[in-house]
C-alpha cells in the first residue's frame, strides 16, 4: 500500500504534474485550430452551475426587491426600459445611416433598412479568471447563437460569441486585452480598429495621421471586420495625443457599464447592406 | 473530513469567483479568490493537497476563460505545492505570517502567470505592478477573514450547544 501512497511520491507527482501542463499548454500553442474540446465541455458543463447559482441569486434579489418596491411600479418600469432599449437601438441605426447618407450625397439608391434580428439572453457569469474579460450568458446554439456573432447593448457594443454551446455561449468582451473591432470615427468618418486593453478603457489603432479625429468625438463600428454590424456606438475619445505625424494613445471610454451588464441582445441575422456574412445570418 | 471540506472551498471559491468578476470588471486582477481558496488547502493540507487543489481549479479556470488551458493550471499548481511545502516546514498560523503567505502566493502566482504568456509571445502586461500590488492585498485580507471564520466555527458551535444544554 506504501507504494501507491502518493504522499510518499510527492516530488514525482509534482513533477508529472508539471511535466502534464507543460504539454498541456504546448499542445494548444503549436496548433492554429478552433476551441479544444476539453474547453467547450468544461465550459458546457459549468454553464449549468453558473445558470443555477445565476438562478439562485436572481430569485434572492427578485424576492427582495419585489418585498419592498411597488411590484406595478416595477413591471411597468421594466417595460418601458425595455422601450428604451429598443429605442436606442433604432436611435443608434437612424444616426449612422443620417451620418452615411450625409457624406455620400451622390448616391440617391437609397435602400429601406430593417433592425437586425436579435435574440435576448440574460448573463449567467462572468470569467474565471480576473485576467480575461468574458462573460457567460444564458442562450446558446439551441436558440439560434453562432460563433462570432455580435453582443449589443442598449448603449452599445459589448462584445461577440466567441464559445457557443447548446444552452449557454461565452462572450469575449470589447475590453478583453485580445478584442478587436472595426470602428470608425462617426462625425469624420475616419476607419481604424478599435482594441481592448484589458482594463475599463479602449483604445484606436490604424488611424492614418491625417485623420480628423477630436477629443468627444463618438467612435462606432464600421463593419468592415464581418462580425459588428455597421454604425453601433463603441464609446467616445476620452483622450488622445498625436505624435511624429501619427496619432498615439487614443483612450476611448466604453459606451457600455461592462461592470452592471445583466442582459444583451445577440444580433443572430444582420439587417440588409451590413457586412455581416450571409452564412451566419438566418 | 478534510478533503470534504477543501472540495467544498474550492467549489465556492470558483462559484464565488465567476459571480463577483463581472461586478469588478473595470479593476484588473483586483482579486483571486480561488488562489486564496488554493493557499487556504495548501496551508491546511500540505503540498500534495496544495498541488492537487491548484492543478484542478487552475484548469477549470483557465477552461473557464479564454486564455490558454494549463497557464493558469501551473501557476497554481506552483503555488499550491511551495505554499503547502512552506506550510509543512514553518509555524503559519499567526496573522502576520499568514499575511505574508497569501502576499507571496499572489505575487508568484502573477509572475507565472504573466511570464509564461509573455515568454510564449501571446500577451503583454504593460507595467502590472500596480494591479498584481492591489490584488495581493486584497487576496491577503480575504484569505485571513476566512481563516479567521473557519477556525471560530468548531467554538461558536461549542458553545451554542453548551448554552442549550444550559436551558435544559
Given amino acids: 500500500m506504501a507504494l501507491l501512497d502518493i504522499r510518499q511520491r510527492t516530488g514525482w507527482l509534482f513533477l508529472a504534474v508539471i511535466v502534464g501542463h507543460i504539454v498541456l499548454i504546448s499542445a494548444q500553442v503549436n496548433s492554429r485550430r478552433g476551441v479544444p474540446i476539453l474547453e467547450e465541455v468544461t465550459f458546457g458543463a459549468f454553464a449549468e452551475v453558473q445558470r443555477a447559482s445565476a438562478q439562485v441569486v436572481g430569485s434572492v434579489r427578485e424576492g427582495w426587491q419585489n418585498y419592498f418596491a411597488l411590484q406595478e411600479i416595477r413591471h411597468e418600469n421594466a417595460d418601458l426600459k425595455q422601450r428604451v432599449a429598443q429605442l436606442e437601438i433604432r436611435l443608434q441605426q437612424e444616426r449612422a445611416k443620417a451620418e452615411e447618407t450625409r457624406t455620400l450625397q451622390q448616391l440617391l439608391s437609397l435602400h429601406q433598412e430593417t433592425a437586425p434580428s436579435t435574440a435576448a439572453a440574460n448573463v449567467i457569469g462572468a470569467s474565471a479568471d480576473a485576467y480575461f474579460r468574458t462573460i457567460s450568458i444564458d442562450k446558446g446554439t439551441a436558440d439560434g447563437l453562432a460563433q462570432d456573432m455580435s453582443v449589443i447593448a442598449p448603449a452599445g457594443v459589448v462584445g461577440r460569441v466567441i464559445l457557443p454551446t447548446r444552452r449557454a455561449a461565452k462572450v469575449q468582451l470589447l475590453i478583453d486585452r485580445n478584442a478587436a473591432a472595426a470602428a470608425m470615427i462617426e462625425r469624420s468618418r475616419a476607419q481604424g480598429v478599435v482594441l481592448g486593453t484589458g482594463t475599463g478603457t479602449l483604445t484606436m489603432a490604424y488611424l492614418p495621421g491625417t485623420a480628423d479625429i477630436k477629443v468627444g468625438d463618438r467612435v462606432v463600428t464600421s463593419g468592415i471586420d464581418r462580425i459588428y454590424p455597421k454604425g453601433f456606438l463603441i464609446g467616445q475619445i476620452e483622450s488622445l495625443q498625436r505624435g511624429a505625424g501619427e496619432f498615439s494613445g487614443i483612450v476611448i471610454r466604453p459606451a457600455v457599464d461592462f461592470s452592471s451588464l445583466e442582459s444583451v441582445l445577440v444580433v443572430t441575422g444582420a439587417p440588409p447592406g451590413t457586412d455581416v456574412p450571409a452564412d451566419r445570418t438566418r | ?168
Avoid: C
Avoid at chain 2, 471540506?5 to 469567483?17: D, E, F, K, N, S
Avoid at chain 2, 499568514?98 to 504573466?114: E, P
Avoid at chain 2, 509571445?121 to 498584481?132: C, M, N, Q, T, Y
Fill in chain 2, 1 to 168: 473530513m478534510k478533503i470534504a471540506g477543501a472540495v467544498i472551498a474550492l467549489a465556492l471559491a470558483l462559484a464565488l469567483q465567476t459571480t463577483l468578476t463581472r461586478f469588478a470588471v473595470a479593476g484588473t486582477g483586483a482579486v483571486d479568490v480561488v488562489l486564496v481558496a488554493v493557499v487556504y488547502v495548501a496551508l491546511t493540507t500540505g503540498p500534495v493537497g496544495g498541488m492537487l487543489s491548484g492543478t484542478v481549479v487552475g484548469l477549470i479556470q483557465d477552461t473557464l476563460s479564454s486564455g490558454v488551458v494549463g497557464i493558469g493550471g501551473l501557476a497554481k499548481t506552483l503555488v499550491g505545492f511551495l505554499v503547502g511545502a512552506f506550510g509543512q516546514q514553518f509555524i503559519v498560523t499567526a496573522t502576520l505570517p499568514r499575511l505574508v503567505m497569501f502576499v507571496a502566493a499572489t505575487a508568484l502566482h502573477a509572475v507565472v502567470f504573466m511570464g509564461l504568456y509573455v515568454a510564449l509571445g501571446l500577451r503583454v502586461f504593460e507595467s502590472p505592478w500596480k494591479a498584481i500590488a492591489s490584488q495581493a492585498l486584497v487576496n491577503a485580507v480575504i484569505g485571513l477573514i476566512s481563516f479567521a471564520v473557519i477556525e471560530s466555527l468548531p467554538g461558536a458551535l461549542e458553545r451554542r450547544r453548551g448554552r442549550r444544554g444550559g436551558r435544559r
